[in-house]
């Protein structure tokens, strides 16, 4: 008996996504950012379909905008009007106190994980992972939805987050993991969005 309680209280947290017990974060996709981030144009058409599967599965989605005096404010490409909110920032973290304000409001004060999407890997989205993590939250980051200027930075920030304890996974895993099966009523909605797979971004060799 005590060996079946000794595996219960050691049983890994698998990630496990859940529609109502989930948030979407959407880090700093902003204009200035695009002639210089690697595979820009390949992160926004990622971000933009869990863009469009936050609304699909009526996801909360949190926006923010670092310095948009500068920077410009998010791309064209990606409606946050269904957003939660949209905040500036001129620290890196998402984790502002107008964030964590909102947290314990959304999913009926049920918020367990966080998917998080945008840029930079090494910067604002590393350190938002890291300041979710230390609140106690689940982090879902995307791989194939951030990117860095630099493709080594991108690298070394993606699996520094694996090491701290986040799930770096794709846009495709997150949004199935969220639906379960075929019998979800919006399946088919979510089907449509990924039916062309997602682009590689340069994560993987191009076949």
Known sequence: ????????????????LLQNTTAFLLCDVQEKFRPHVQHFTDIVEVCSRMVKGAQVLNIPL?????YSKGLGSTVAELDTSGAVGVFQKTVFSMMIPEVSEILPTLCSGKLKSIVL??????????????DFLAAGYDVHVLADGTSSRSQM???FALER?????CFVSTSETALLQLI?????????????????SAPC?????KL
């Not at 999407?117 to 890291?130: D, I, N, P, Y």
């Not at 971004?201 to 060799?205: N, R, T």
């Open 1 to 16: 008996m005590s060996n079946i309680v000794n595996r219960m209280a050691s049983k890994p947290n698998l990630g496990t």
């Open 62 to 66: 949190i926006v923010t905008e670092q």
């Open 117 to 130: 999407f945008g840029v930079e890997t090494h910067v604002c989205v590393q350190q938002t992972a890291l």
């Open 153 to 155: 930075d991108r690298v």
């Open 161 to 165: 987050l694996r090491q701290c304890g």
């Open 180 to 196: 379960a099966g075929k019998d979800h009523p919006k399946f088919k909605d979510v089907q449509a969005i990924i039916k062309v």
């Open 201 to 205: 971004s340069g994560l993987v060799p």
